[in-house]
């Protein structure tokens, strides 16, 4: 990733990495997936490389809502 002053992303990398991010909840949310626990340090990059794809670790509180139940 190319950095600005500061260790910021720069605009399109940070759009980058919140498309990855809502793509990755949306293919859960597809499987009937529930995290629970959305927050940035459960996003983990695969590798150092500048096009990296990210996953999602930490499912331990997730839970599976089947179509047409509610989630309490």
């Given at each position: 990733?190319?950095?600005?002053?500061?260790?910021?992303?720069?605009?399109?990398?940070?759009?980058?990495?919140?498309?990855?991010?809502?793509?990755?909840?949306?293919?859960?949310h597809l499987q009937g997936v529930v995290?629970?626990?959305?927050?940035?340090?459960?996003?983990?990059?695969?590798?150092?490389?500048?096009?990296?794809?990210?996953?999602?670790?930490?499912?331990?509180?997730?839970?599976?809502?089947?179509?047409?139940?509610?989630?309490?």
């Open positions: 990733m190319q950095y600005q002053r500061g260790g910021r992303y720069l605009e399109d990398y940070a759009k980058a990495i919140i498309v990855q991010i809502i793509v990755v909840v949306s293919c859960c995290h629970r626990v959305l927050k940035p340090e459960n996003f983990l990059f695969v590798s150092k490389e500048e096009n990296a794809a990210m996953k999602v670790i930490d499912f331990g509180l997730s839970d599976f809502v089947r179509p047409g139940n509610l989630l309490n």
